[in-house]
Structures are given as structure tokens and as C-alpha cells.
């Protein structure tokens, strides 16, 4: 049995070809998707602005920590690219950060 770690990914990309509906959805959605609402989750935190040109997916990853952050990444960009899919969106192509959260080193300020 292997050892789940958490990851912390953030995938990110650039809003392209449009529909008229798919921007409207956004626009009228733009509220909900801004700065406030950054998050990590399961199913993902969508952030974009109301210039609809980038955007951003932060998601919480829960893998084997022998699959490292690469394999961490490549879920959250098949997640990112199926609910793009799902909501009719237009991107062009992804890239991605992730963090090992349980390996993740924390400076205390010393007193």
C-alpha cells in the first residue's frame, strides 16, 4: 500500500473562441469568480475577470506520493479540461503548478 500525499495544483489558461451565449454565461457569472473566490477544492475553484481572456483552476489533488507532482498535475488538467468541455468553454492550452502540500516545508518566525 502506498502513501497518499495532498497536492495543491493550479491550472491555468487562456479563454479562446467564445460563443456569444458562453460569454454571456460568463459575464453574468463574473461576480462569483473573482479574487474573493480563490480556493483549493475537489472539484475545483474556477477564477477569471471580466476581460475573459485568462483563467484559472485550483484544485485539491489526492494521489500516490510516488506519482509525485507531475501525475498530480495531469488530474487536474483532465479535470480543468472536462469541466471546460462540460460548460461549452473555449481554451487554448493548459498549464500547471502543483504543490506537495505534506512535504511542504513551514518558516516559523523565531521570537
Do not use: P, W
Not at 39 to 50: A, K, M, N
Not at 61 to 69: I, K, L, P, T, W
Not at 97 to 110: F, G, H
Request: aromatic share 8%; with cysteine.
Amino acid at each position: 500500500m502506498s502513501t497518499q500525499h495532498t497536492y495543491r495544483v493550479i491550472v491555468r489558461g487562456t479563454f479562446q473562441d467564445l460563443t456569444d451565449a458562453a460569454c454571456g454565461r460568463l459575464l453574468a457569472e463574473v461576480e462569483e469568480h473573482g479574487l474573493a473566490a480563490m480556493q483549493f477544492t475537489e472539484e475545483g475553484s474556477l477564477t477569471y475577470d471580466r476581460v475573459l481572456k485568462h483563467f484559472s483552476f485550483r484544485y485539491v489533488v489526492v494521489s500516490d506520493a510516488g506519482d509525485g507532482e507531475e501525475m498530480a498535475s495531469v488530474i487536474a488538467e483532465d479535470r480543468a479540461l472536462t469541466a471546460l468541455r462540460e460548460a461549452g468553454y473555449g481554451h487554448g492550452e493548459l498549464r500547471s503548478t502543483a504543490t506537495d502540500m505534506d512535504t511542504m516545508k513551514i518558516n516559523r518566525k523565531r521570537r
